[in-house]
């Protein structure tokens, strides 16, 4: 059974970079077909889908966050990565890590909590 686990700083201060790990247990992360997300939930702004990398390292980033995202893989730890440079206030959120297959978000892990605040 595939099990998501995100781990990150908890909190961060404005201007810094909020650097997020999703640890992928019970599957590999370079298993054919499967593409493995970040989304974030906010008060008020609902969940919001953030970055998606693929098993061919393929990304792609939400329009308005591009410009300050970064998503990555790393097979060996069977781990992904989300970096969110010039962190402010807006970015705090529960941040959560998700497996697509199919169109369809199958595994999610549990949320981590990140706060950007002076």
């Known amino acids: 059974q595939v099990q998501l686990q995100e781990s990150g700083p908890g909190l961060v201060k404005p201007s810094q970079t909020i650097s997020l790990v999703c640890t992928v247990s019970g599957g590999s992360i370079t298993a054919t077909y499967y593409y493995w997300t970040w989304f974030r939930e906010s008060p008020g702004k609902g969940l919001e889908w953030v970055a998606t990398?693929?098993?061919?390292?393929?990304?792609s980033y939400t329009p308005s966050l591009k410009a300050r995202t970064s998503i990555s893989r790393d097979t060996s730890k069977n781990q992904f990565t989300l970096q969110l440079t010039s962190a402010t206030p807006e970015d705090t959120g529960i941040y959560y890590c998700?497996?697509?297959?199919?169109?369809?978000?199958?595994?999610w892990g549990q949320g981590t909590q990140v706060t950007v605040s002076a």
């Open positions: 990398i693929n098993y061919k390292d393929d990304t």
């Open positions: 998700a497996r697509m297959y199919g169109w369809l978000y199958d595994v």
